[in-house]
Structures are given as C-alpha cells and as structure tokens.
DNA sequence: TGACAAAGTTAGGTATAACTAACTATACTA
DNA sequence: TAGTATAGTTAGTTATACCTAACTTTGTCA
C-alpha cells in the first residue's frame, strides 16, 4: 500500500531535497544561501536546482522567496534520510566505522540502496540490538575480533594474473609470452617469427618514446613497433 | 606501502574499467561492442569513454583496434571489483539479499564506498565465517530473525510533524497554523489580522488555478492568494 | 578477390550539474 | 527613509555522459 514509489530522482536533487529537509527542521522553511553551505555548491546552483524541484512538484519555490517542501517533497526527503540514519546507524554500530566517515559514506551510498538492502540493514541493526540485550554484543564482539586480526586485504574474488602489454615493460626486464592478441596485419607478421605464447624474452632498449622496442628472445634481438608490442600479452619476471 | 592511491575517476569510468577487466578475463582483450553490451550504452558513448581512459594512462587504445588496460587501469580495475565482491557477499551472505538485486545495489555502491567501511565490511564477513565454523551461524540466525519479524518500516530517526504550506490544503480540510514565514511585504499584512500560530482554519473553496484560496477562521472569512497561503505553514487535521 | 555484414568511429545533439561574474531584490540600520 | 550589506538571480560557460545517424574500417566467405 504505502509504498514509496520510484522517485526517479538523480543523487544530486535528493540531497537538495534533504538538505532541505534538514535545515527546515523546527522553522519548515530553509534559506538558499543555506542549501548552497550544507551541500558546498555556488548560491546560483541552489537556484537552479530549485526550479527542478519545483518543476516536479517537489519544493514550493518563487523567487526571492523562502523555500518549502510539498508534501511529495517531504516524503522523498524522508525516506533520503530514512535511508542516511539506518546506512550510518550500520556503519558507526555494527561495523565501528568513525562517525564523520561513516556519514559521508552513507550520504553517498543512500542513493544507491534500494528498498532491499536497506530493509534488511534496518533488521540487522535490529537483530545486532537484540542480540546486546541477551547478552551477546555482537558489535562489541565484532570490535575484537578486528583488533585480533588487525588488516586482511585480500578477498577472494578471482585472482588476476597481472599480464600487461609487452610496450609497458621496462628495459632490463624479463617476461614470459602469455598471449598474442590479434593475427591478422601486422600482428600476423609477429607471430610468424617463433613469437609464440611461453617464449621468454628480455626487454632490451626502449627508444625515448616507447618507439621502437628491442627484445631478446630464443637467442635472436628482434625490434618492435610500440603498436606491435602492445599486442603481445606477457607476465612479468621477478627480476627488478 | 602499497596503498591504493585515490583514482579520482568518475563512477562511470570505473565501470568502464570494470566491465574491461572482467571481459578480459582469460583472454586479456576486450572487445568495444562487448563493453557496450555489459554496460548496457551506445558502441560510440564506449569510444568516448576509451579515449578519456587512454588520456588517463588506463587503457591501450587505438581506434580500430582490441582494448587492454594498462597496469595502472587493471590496478584501479581490481580494486573497483574487489569491492564490488565484498560488498555483494555481505549483502548476499550477511543479510540474505537476493542475488540480483545484491548485484545490482553492489555495483552503485562500489563506487561510494571509501577504504575504511570495504576493510570492515571484508572483517565483518570474515566474523561472520569464523563464527559459523564455532557453531554460531550468524547468518542463518539472522534469517530466522527476519521471519520472526516480518516488516519493520520505521526507523528512530527524527520525527517529522507533517506541516504544509497551506496553499497545498485542500478544500473542507482542517488545520492548524504551525508557523507564518516571513514578517515582511504581504506577509505582514496576514499576521497583522488575528493570523497567528495555533489558529485553527478550514479552507473553504480553492479557486481553479489555486488561487485565490478562500478560508473560514474565528467565524471570519478571509480570501487569501496563493503566495500568502504559501507562507502559512499548518498541520493537517485528521479529516478526511 | 571483392562484396557484405559486423564492428567501430565521427559528427552533432541532449540533459545534468556544476561554476564565475554581474546584476537585482530584500533586509537592516542609522 | 535612504544606503548599504546580504541574499538571491541571471547569463554565460564548462565538463561529463549519454544518445542517434551516418560513415569508415575490418574480417569473412563465396
Ligand atoms: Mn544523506
Ligand atoms: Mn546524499
Ligand atoms: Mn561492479
Ligand atoms: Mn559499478
């Protein structure tokens, strides 16, 4: 029934709107030179993005006026901040993120989550509260187990092997041919020297812009075109 | 030492990034028309984007020919799928998001998502699996607690008092005067006869175009325009 | 080989969201 | 009530990120 329906609205009038909203507070009106400090935009921005809003229907807007919200507004406004506080609420309780970076994140990340994600987020808040008045404070808990194992950078997503072209490869370096890209034009003329994928070959000399390449492979020096390099796909040695 | 320095690109830019470094893949090339497919644009808003990335010193791009990321753009791009995948697993393994939609919400978010909150939201899902090996299943707990409670809409934030500009009342409704904006000009004419916070009024009839709007308060009647009812904010009453 | 389809680019356009500089309205104050 | 400071607007510009339509290059296959 009361759904909030698809605003449609672009990250940047949200946070007009609750920027709005917010400085309303008490007074239900806000100022434009207020709008322009809350979100650090020009005053003539403000203006601007006023006439939108009112265009939609969103903000009751006349020049050199006051500006209030319509109730379509209030309710778009709400929800932004609904979103804002239960983001924020996750990241500072649950996940003990710093509150000024946490505020920000979630004045980014509000515009990004749809009703899903946020209402699960509002119940694991829930759940974590729980959870604390039975005696299990999971956030606290959460706290130390970071602290035991203070930076794990990795995540298992699918590991890159890190393959550039052979023109990003320095003089001096080693490499192992992992792919040839292209066969047809001057790419063709590349393969048909023993310039296959596992030939090892040393980066020689590198003319001042990248043009020509010399390399060392299977014993021969070969000199390559920076266009003709990059098709070719290597892993770097360890050396360096 | 090896920090992920800050890329400053666009959102869309990283998905440019991202969705090269995914079709790539085994073969390390991808191809313009499958950038445009995955990201769901134009082939040509695709060269557009190339060219910006070249400049950058992100990818190697020469018209006509098959894209590679350099070193600096497969960096960026690993980074932007490595939170896309932390962020993802939380919301599918943590909160019990449907895949699609995790997908979906992780892909805006990654670019919202400073180092701070992704470094917690890698620890915290690192909690979770510890604990679910210690017998304690976070996340299967977690499920069963949204079923307990179903749908939980509200959020402590600060509570609104629904005021509008009484321009926006319609007709036969009550309400109260909550506030009048502004001293000045017509204004001051409004506030001068009893207009005053705390007043109850009932609009009576509201001209076509909304204006002018007439009202009935303390027995008198009163014919307002619109910009001044604009001004009064009121709450509304609970008829109709 | 050469015709044709597919892939890619260019040109030209729209929409959004900023900005600065210059102008105008409003509010305050003496 | 006039004069000035402040607030707000307008005009004109920039940058990003898309789009469609028309053109060019490339690869394929008869
Ligand atoms: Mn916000
Ligand atoms: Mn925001
Ligand atoms: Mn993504
Ligand atoms: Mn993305």
Known sequence: MTAIKDNNLSASLEDYLEAIFNLAGAS????????????????????GALRVLKKK????????????????????????VRKHNIITSFFVNVLGVETDIAQQAACRAEHTLGPE?????????????????????????????CKSRPQNNSFS???MSSTVGLDEVKPGQKCKIVRIIGRSGVNKRIADMGVVPGTILEV??????????????KGYRLSLRKEEASKIMVELGQSE
């Not at 229907?57 to 932004?80: C, F, S």
């Open 28 to 47: 239900n009106v806000a100022r434009s030179k207020d709008i322009a400090k809350s979100l650090g935009v020009a005053r003539s921005s403000v203006t």
């Open 57 to 80: 229907g969103l903000a009751n807007y006349r020049p050199y006026d006051y500006v209030t919200l319509t109730k379509a507004g209030q309710d778009i406004a709400a929800e932004v």
């Open 117 to 145: 994600v946020i209402s699960k987020l509002l119940c694991f808040i829930g759940f974590v509260n729980k959870n604390s008045k039975n005696g299990y404070d999971l956030a606290d808990e959460f706290k130390r187990f």
């Open 157 to 159: 997503g699918k590991q």
């Open 204 to 217: 020689q000399r590198v003319a001042p812009l990248g043009d020509p390449i010399d390399v060392k492979l």
